[in-house]
């Protein structure tokens, strides 16, 4: 199976490194093949209908932060709509930062690549938080498969779980602590006693935080999860404008103190059911989404199976990459049936 990989950063070289890894089991297990006939990152795109030389791709990037080192197969300006419309694949994986705004540019290599007629993984947020029904009708309409398992949850496969798993059960709501960073800062606040400033700066020397985490402390990378395990699970079309989004910048410590004299957490809780919304609250130190660190934990309301929780990392180049493989793997099936 060709594909192109649109975006060459942390979860696109982790793919690489597992696609590259992992290539005979693949074949063995699955009889996929996956062949990455293209690589683009801001300034330009590897091209080799053969397959572009992973390890050679993965040192160039390393080395130099650039593919310009790959030589021949490299094309300097080279775009990732010129790929997705010049390239013969039949599958794009977007994992281009995410912007929470217009979209862009994720949102366009999805749209163009669901009209040349290419399934799609997308880790990115932007386009689902800000388009999700537009783009799953304009897949149904091309008869393309769009896929998106990385955007809520990294590896840890809250979407399926939620859509296979759950199957002759009513979900009446979702609950849940969709953002690492914020959850690590919380903990450390409440474990450590530091204020938010200092828990922030040390998430970022982590590297769990962004440079720039606004996204992040606003609530707003929190709500894009929501609407979009929302809008797969509960079949509804939200957008985050649709989401009453309250942040933790404002937890102060005494608001940590005094939930954990009562036996309790602060946490910030995102919730679809009654309407949907994102906001620090409390709750109990027993309760199962009373997760520490940088986990994630969602809590399916179902019925008649009663609360069903889901707990696991949230993030990371090599978890998100293994759940762009899951639904690599559910496109080749799909493909054999
Ligand atoms: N990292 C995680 O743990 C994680 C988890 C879940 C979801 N995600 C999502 O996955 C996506 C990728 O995350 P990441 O951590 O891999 O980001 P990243 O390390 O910042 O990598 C982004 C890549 O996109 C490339 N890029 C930027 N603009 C581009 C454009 N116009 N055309 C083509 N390539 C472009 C960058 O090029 P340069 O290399 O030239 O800068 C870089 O290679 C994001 O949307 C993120 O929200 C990440």
């Known amino acids: 199976m060709r594909l192109a990989l ?53 040192r160039a990037k390393k080395d130099s932060r650039s593919l310009g080192g790959l030589g021949g197969v490299y094309r300097e300006g080279m775009s990732a709509i010129d790929v997705i419309r010049e390239v013969d694949c039949e599958v794009v994986v977007e994992a281009t930062p995410s912007d929470l705004t217009k979209g862009e540019p994720g949102l366009g290599h999805v749209r163009a690549a669901m009209k040349e007629a290419r399934h799609v993984i997308c880790v990115n947020k932007g386009p689902l938080a800000l388009a999700m029904p537009a783009l799953i009708e304009l897949a149904g309409h091309n008869g393309v498969i769009f896929k998106f398992s990385g955007t809520v949850g990294g590896g840890t496969p809250v979407l399926d779980l939620a859509k296979k798993c759950l199957e002759g059960c009513t979900i009446d709501s979702i609950r849940g602590i969709l953002n690492g960073t914020c959850n690590y800062i919380l903990t450390k606040m409440s474990s450590e006693g530091v204020d938010m400033k200092d828990a922030l700066s040390e998430a970022q020397r982590l590297g769990y935080a962004e440079a720039d985490p606004t996204a992040d402390v606003e609530g707003l990378d929190s709500a894009c999860k929501l609407v979009i395990t929302s809008n797969y699970v509960l079949g509804t079309s939200m957008s985050i404008r649709d989401v009453d989004v309250t942040g933790i910048t404002g937890v102060t410590m005494e608001d940590i103190s005094s939930a954990a004299s009562e036996d309790k957490a602060v946490k910030l809780i995102g919730h679809v059911g009654d309407g949907a919304r994102v906001a620090p609250e409390t709750i109990p130190l027993t309760h199962p989404l009373n997760v520490s660190g940088t986990f994630n934990a969602i809590t399916f309301d179902t019925d008649p199976a009663g609360e069903i929780t889901l707990v696991g990392k949230g993030a990371g180049g090599r978890e998100t990459a293994s759940s762009v493989l899951r639904d690599l793997i559910e496109i080749r099936q799909d493909f054999a049936k």
């Open 6 to 58: 649109i975006g060459f950063g942390v979860v696109g070289q982790s793919f690489a490194e597992i696609v590259s890894a992992q290539s005979a089991e693949l074949s063995r297990t699955y009889g996929l093949r996956p062949r990455i006939v293209a690589i683009v990152d801001s300034k330009g795109a590897a091209v080799s209908p053969g397959g572009v030389d992973l390890p050679s791709a993965l």
